[in-house]
Nanobody, 125 residues
């Protein structure tokens, strides 16, 4: 079992920065790929970024490439999403999720077993 808790959300102006954290409890965290998703009101959930268990392989959605950086510290059971140059369209609830790499690759996101409760990011113009 893995429990995930996000933090670091908030309200910033366009061009601002935030760093989200996803703290995990449980001994299996380092075995799993972890990812950041976001969902804005009236929109579908979107995979923003993911990072492999060892932290080597990273994926970014086109909409955040060059602005967001994902990282993880398995010794601290924590994953991070550093967000720069924020835009109003980045406004959403951000969730972290963890599971086997295969479920991310095949985009079976509804089958991901471990999710956090979400943290709100609001970017004002």
């Amino acid at each position: 079992q893995v429990q995930l808790v996000e933090s670091g959300g908030g309200s910033v102006q366009t061009g601002g920065s935030l760093r989200l954290s996803c703290a995990a409890s449980g001994r299996s965290f380092s075995m799993y790929t972890v990812g950041w998703f976001r969902q804005a009101p009236g929109k579908e959930r979107e995979l923003v970024s993911r990072i492999s268990a060892e932290g080597v392989l990273k994926y970014y959605a086109d909409s955040v490439k060059g602005r967001f950086t994902i990282s993880r510290d398995n010794a601290k059971n924590t994953m991070y999403l550093q967000m720069f140059s924020l835009k109003p369209e980045d406004t959403a609830v951000y969730y972290c999720a963890a599971d086997l790499e295969s479920k991310f690759v095949t985009r079976n996101f509804n089958e991901l077993r471990y999710w956090g409760q979400g943290t709100q990011v609001t970017v004002s113009s």
